[in-house]
C-alpha cells in the first residue's frame, strides 16, 4: 500500500446491501497520508469497478474468500468512492443476496489479514465522538444498531 499502516487505519463495515470500506489517517493533518489514502482508494474503486480484484489478491493470495464471487459478479454491484474529511472511503452496495455474502466474507478476511491495523466497526466505535467529529465534521456520529450505517 502506498501510505503508512502505522498512521493509518482500516474500517470493513458490513451493511446489509453491502459494507463501507474507510482509511483514515490518525493524523487528519497528516496531508501527505491522507492524499496517499485517497490515491489508493480512488484506484481501488476503479480496478474493482471493472471487475480487477488483484490488488487485494495480490497482497492476500488468490483465494482470498468472497473475491470470485465478487469479480464474476461485479455488474450487480455499485462501488462508489468519496472523500471524507482526513480519509477516504469505498461503498459497495448491491441487491443480490449472494454479492452481500461474498462481499462480507471478503471484509471478514480482510480484517483478519490486516490484524490491528483494521477493524470491523464504524470508525465512530473505536474512536471518541470528539474524534469522529473532527474526521467528518457535519456528519452525526454512527449509530450501528439500525443496520444502516453510515449515517
Do not use: C
Amino acid at each position: 500500500m502506498p501510505f503508512d499502516l502505522d498512521k493509518t487505519k482500516h474500517s470493513f463495515v458490513k451493511t446489509n446491501e453491502g459494507g463501507v470500506q474507510t482509511v483514515v489517517s490518525l493524523d487528519p493533518a497528516d496531508t501527505e497520508q491522507v492524499e496517499l489514502v485517497r490515491q489508493h482508494l480512488t484506484e481501488i474503486r476503479s480496478e474493482f469497478a471493472a471487475g480487477r480484484f488483484d490488488d487485494p489478491t495480490s497482497i492476500h493470495g488468490s483465494n482470498m474468500p468472497g473475491v470470485a464471487q465478487l469479480a464474476a459478479g461485479v455488474q450487480r454491484l455499485n462501488i462508489t468512492y468519496r472523500d471524507v474529511d482526513g480519509d477516504g472511503e469505498i461503498t459497495y452496495r448491491t441487491y443480490d443476496g449472494s454479492l452481500v455474502g461474498a462481499l462480507h466474507d471478503w471484509f471478514d478476511a480482510q480484517v483478519s489479514d490486516h490484524g490491528s491495523d483494521a477493524v470491523s466497526e464504524p470508525f465512530g466505535h473505536t474512536m471518541t465522538e470528539e474524534m469522529w467529529r473532527q474526521h467528518h465534521p457535519g456528519r452525526p456520529y454512527p449509530s450501528t444498531t439500525d443496520g444502516n450505517w453510515p449515517p
